[in-house]
């Protein structure tokens, strides 16, 4: 048997290959055995929450019921819900955790699962290494993970259904000025992409008076054919809708709807990157904020640029929200966001957010008058422009070891320009003299180099991406 391996956010699998019924009691042993090992005395209460994927509810049955079985009590939610309202009732209730049945962005063949620990953010790599760990342990034991047995556990506590969505749109809205919104009576495009945010980004933004038109708001498990990422590929039905509709903005979240997307008034996708610029620089102003924001290494500068005009401290992390999460944890940050669509703020859950995230767009839209195209144009004049892009090259054997020489030893100079620092939190970042960088990441899970750049015009940008390519020899 292949070991069972987390990934930046969780286990994750193809159906019917790795990812089977058997498998998921396998994980959710190991993740119960932790949970008692390290939670306070008694018998600790989890959450248990899915999204919309083929099974998903099946798969969370089986998680609750391992669960209750390693001595948990499993509150199972009772609909598809959102990865980030499910960490919110970990903080909300004071629970010893939780375990979404959730691929995220991830094509329709696959599902997973995510754990999420008591302070509400995605595991850390010590938490995932020690559930490692205890899955090898459980396959070796073998049929202690095995379905449910009523007499092998007398004190057992059957789970009990939980409808996550009241409190957490309640929460949201002590976060979002939905008032601005009611007064503005924006017309809005809502697209979930046929995922958990059904019922939840809709209805916050009807309560709030806007006048909401949803697509792709009933449960597909194949998500029209394809991944349900809200990137530009993905948001075109929204985009026409858009127009169609003569909406002021278009709203999007992924399958657990953890991850934004946002499509201007003329239908245009706006990149993450430059969404959580633009959102930074509202939510300092309005929210008159003083501390420090979290970005990864892999995100745009633009962040830097805001947070120097606001006198903020910028923390660059590692790639995964898990590093940002854990510095809006500790209170060291007060925004986080990272180039993948990934967002959330001080006073919410230490998780990516989309839902939040498109909320906030919708009341920086209502609240100034100004739509996302012109908030860019006027913070570019004020900070300077920033175009990023993110390129996957699948490797060969000598573009590994070109990458292995690159991360041993980093050239001076790259596109005609010296290189002044060298960032190695996550891969091998050149940050240029003039502004402009280039980030080299191998994937810890595929053949591939994830090459991110970042430049002040798109055609100094293509300069340092065909600079990275032929530094790789792609």
């Known amino acids: 048997m292949t070991p069972l391996r987390f990934g930046t956010s969780g286990w994750r699998a193809v159906l019917g290959e790795e990812f089977t019924v058997a498998n998921v009691r396998l994980v959710c042993r190991a993740i119960a055995e932790h949970v008692l090992e390290t939670a306070e005395a008694g018998s600790p209460e989890v959450v248990v929450g899915y999204d919309t994927r083929f099974l998903s509810e099946r798969f969370a049955r089986v998680a609750a019921d391992t669960l209750a079985d390693g001595g948990l009590r499993p509150l199972l939610c009772d609909a598809a819900t959102p990865t980030p309202a499910v960490a919110f009732h970990v903080l909300r209730l004071g629970l010893a955790g939780a375990?979404?049945?959730?691929?995220?962005?991830?094509?329709?063949?696959?599902?997973?699962?995510?754990?999420?620990?008591?302070?509400?953010?995605?595991?850390?790599?010590?938490?995932?290494?020690?559930?490692?760990?205890?899955?090898?342990?459980?396959?070796?034991?073998?049929?202690?993970?095995g379905p449910h047995d009523p007499a092998a556990r007398p004190d057992r506590l059957a789970p009990r259904l939980f409808d996550a969505r009241p409190d957490y749109l309640a929460g949201l809205s002590r976060l979002v000025d939905l008032d601005a919104i009611r007064r503005r009576r924006l017309r809005v495009v809502v697209d979930p992409l046929y995922g958990a945010a059904r019922g939840y980004l809709d209805l916050a933004l009807e309560r709030a008076g806007a006048a909401v038109t949803a697509i792709h708001n009933v449960r597909d498990p194949y998500f029209g054919g394809r991944r349900p990422d809200p990137d530009a590929e993905g948001l075109r039905d929204l985009s026409a809708a858009v127009g169609h509709n003569g909406a002021a903005l278009g709203?999007?979240?992924?399958?657990?709807?953890?991850?934004?997307?946002?499509?201007?008034?003329?239908?245009?996708?706006?990149?993450?990157?430059?969404?959580?610029?633009?959102?930074?620089?509202?939510?300092?102003?309005?929210?008159?904020?003083?501390?420090?924001?979290?970005?990864?290494?892999?995100?745009?500068?633009l962040i830097d640029a805001v947070a120097a005009e606001h006198g903020l401290t910028v923390h660059e992390t590692p790639v995964g929200f898990k590093y940002i999460g854990a510095r809006l944890a500790d209170g060291s940050a007060i925004f986080g966001g990272e180039e993948s669509a990934g967002l959330s703020i001080t006073g919410h859950v230490p998780d990516k957010d989309g839902v939040l995230a498109c909320l906030l767009a919708a009341e920086m839209m209502a609240r100034t008058g100004e739509g996302i195209r012109q908030r860019t144009e006027a913070l570019f004049r004020r900070v300077g422009a920033y175009h990023s892009t993110r390129v996957d090259l699948t490797t060969t054997m000598s573009m590994e070891r070109r990458v292995a020489a690159i991360l041993a030893d980093p050239p001076a100079r790259l596109a005609g320009t010296v290189v002044d620092r060298v960032v190695r939190l996550d891969g091998c970042k050149l940050v240029l003299a003039d502004g402009s960088w280039l980030l080299l990441r191998p994937s810890g899970t595929e053949p591939l180099v994830r090459c991110y750049a970042e430049a002040d015009s798109p055609e100094r940008l293509a300069e340092v991406l065909a600079a990275g390519r032929n530094l790789l020899g792609a």
Request: proline share 6%; hydrophobic share 40%; no cysteine.
């Open 99 to 145: 375990v979404t049945i959730t691929a995220s962005h991830n094509p329709p063949e696959y599902n997973g699962v995510k754990f999420t620990p008591a302070w509400g953010g995605p595991a850390l790599p010590e938490t995932t290494r020690a559930i490692e760990v205890r899955i090898d342990a459980v396959a070796r034991r073998g049929t202690e993970a």
């Open 251 to 301: 709203l999007a979240t992924d399958g657990d709807a953890d991850r934004f997307g946002v499509v201007d008034e003329e239908g245009t996708f706006v990149a993450p990157n430059t969404v959580l610029g633009v959102l930074l620089d509202y939510l300092a102003t309005t929210r008159e904020w003083r501390g420090g924001v979290a970005r990864s290494v892999a995100t745009t500068h």
